[in-house]
């Protein structure tokens, strides 16, 4: 068979990426504009500024990709592109892109959702066997899937208020950190001790999350510190958190291990470049003799080899969109 080259694009948030994916598996060419530096002297993303920054980034970075895989756009078979979940005016500017680009080299285009992007960047430097567990941990999101074959969810839980990384960014904030929040907790958590007293969130007999309550009693501990003049340990606070937090993760892969028989598992998104979490995690398969899938650290966080990858499965079976595709607010993954 004829390799299939995939031009795929990811905007979603903010960072601006584009990858040359063959074969929906071996990525030739990866470029990633992040524009962190910038939102941080804010504390997070600002939407408006994010998407302008896209605009500027989106040639360059269209550019930078060609020539690291030495090919023209002539050489695509498709181009693939993140529609949702997502920033709307940042994932617009991705779209245009390729639906302009599709319309010039006459390439059909597939439109993938980030968070299946995530899953599937596990397919780069593993293959992907079915049926799975599928942890999802981003910013926005935090469910547990069991994925049965390609593109084929049954959903076990999600999070009923706030995701993971959004409480670890949450508690980043409140506890003086800098913007990426999650991997500065990570940090500290290092350094830390588990001193604080926390609750833990109480969804037992279901495989949902929720991490709000967790993240008030952060806020209200420090805030209450802060009117008594007492000082808080950052690090303990931080390792106290992580504690809790990557714990709930694992009570609940624990029960659907024991409940579903599944013997893998993928974890997806950014929180999946925790270092804890990984070994936390580790420990969870070895006891249950299961398979720990994780991407390495580049394809953990938001890139678009993911997006090629992911795209793949979509263009064997034809799966192609029409020029009224935009940012969707039709965000699940199933
Ligand atoms: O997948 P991602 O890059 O963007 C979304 O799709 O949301 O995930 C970003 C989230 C942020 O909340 C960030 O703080 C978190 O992933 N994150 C981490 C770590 N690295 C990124 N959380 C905990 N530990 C990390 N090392
Ligand atoms: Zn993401």
């Known amino acids: 068979m004829k390799d299939v080259y995939i031009l795929a694009i990811e905007s979603s948030c903010d960072e601006t990426s584009m990858a040359i994916v063959k074969n929906g598996k071996d990525v030739i060419g990866l470029s990633i504009a992040t524009q962190i530096d910038t939102h941080a002297r804010y504390g997070g993303v600002v939407p408006e500024i994010a998407s302008r920054m896209h605009t500027e980034a989106i040639t360059l970075v269209l550019e930078d990709v060609l020539s690291k895989a030495n090919m023209k756009m002539e050489d695509m078979d498709a181009i693939a592109v993140t529609y949702a979940p997502g920033l709307t005016g940042s994932l617009i500017v991705g779209i245009e892109a390729a639906k302009t680009l599709s319309l010039i080299y006459d390439k059909p285009l597939i439109a993938?959702?980030?968070l299946i992007g995530h899953i599937y960047a596990n397919n780069i430097e593993s293959d992907l066997e079915f049926p799975m567990l599928a942890l999802v941990v981003s910013g926005g999101h935090t469910e547990l899937l069991i994925m049965e074959s390609d593109y084929k969810f049954k959903r076990?839980?999600?999070?009923?208020?706030?995701?993971i990384g959004e409480a670890y960014d949450k508690v980043a904030r409140v506890i003086?950190?800098?913007y990426p929040g999650g991997p500065n907790v990570e940090k500290y958590a290092k350094e830390g001790t588990h001193s604080y007293n926390l609750p833990k969130p109480v969804m037992d007999d279901t495989y949902n999350f929720s991490y709000s309550g967790l993240k008030s009693a952060i806020i209200n501990l420090v805030h209450n510190a802060e009117q008594r003049g007492e000082e808080i340990n950052k690090y303990d606070l931080a390792r106290s958190f992580q504690d809790v937090a990557i714990d709930e993760l694992v009570r609940k892969v624990e029960k659907a291990f024991k409940e579903t028989g599944i013997k893998r598992l993928v974890v997806a998104g950014g929180v999946s470049a925790n270092n804890y979490l990984k070994e936390e995690m580790q420990k969870l398969c070895d006891k249950?003799?299961?398979e720990l899938?994780?991407?390495r650290l580049l394809y953990c966080t938001d890139n678009a080899a993911m997006i090629g990858v992911a795209a793949y499965p979509l263009y064997l079976k034809k799966e192609f969109c029409d020029y009224s595709l935009n940012a969707s607010s039709h965000t699940d993954i199933c």
Request: proline fraction near 5%; charged fraction near 20%; glycine fraction near 10%.
């Open 112 to 114: 993938v959702n980030h």
């Open 156 to 163: 076990l839980g999600e999070t009923l208020d706030d995701a």
């Open 176 to 178: 003086g950190l800098k």
């Open 288 to 290: 249950y003799t299961a």
């Open 293 to 295: 899938f994780i991407p």
